[in-house]
């Protein structure tokens, strides 16, 4: 249920209708090759050692995120609406934990 709601939430931000201090933690996955990677909506994963955490850094907005981000599948972090992404994120997260 939470990483259902992360990835939600993630989908409104980077989609226009989220907050925008949390956009500015979300960066756009960059090489230095060209790849399709931009297209297809992965976001950049921040280093464990730059998060300011006594604890669990994996844990971190901007580590935990991106990574739960890049797992979905392109079909859906591309979705065009938000009541389609809800739909099928609800669906992939069902067939993943029961697979």
Do not use: M
């Not at 464990?48 to 797992?71: D, I, M, Y």
């Not at 992404?85 to 609800?90: D, G, N, S, T, Y």
């Amino acid at each position: 249920r939470v990483q259902f709601k992360v990835l939600v939430i993630t989908f409104k931000v980077l989609y226009g209708s989220g907050k925008g201090y949390l956009r500015d933690l979300l960066l756009p996955h960059s090489s230095l090759q060209p790849v399709r990677s931009h297209r297809v909506g992965l976001l950049q994963v921040s280093s464990t050692k730059q998060c300011r955490l006594v604890g669990p850094r994996e844990r971190a907005f901007s580590v935990a995120v991106p990574t739960s981000w890049n797992h979905l599948p392109p079909e859906i972090r591309t979705a065009p609406t938000l009541l389609v992404f809800r739909k099928a994120v609800k669906t992939w997260l069902f067939r993943q934990a029961w697979g």
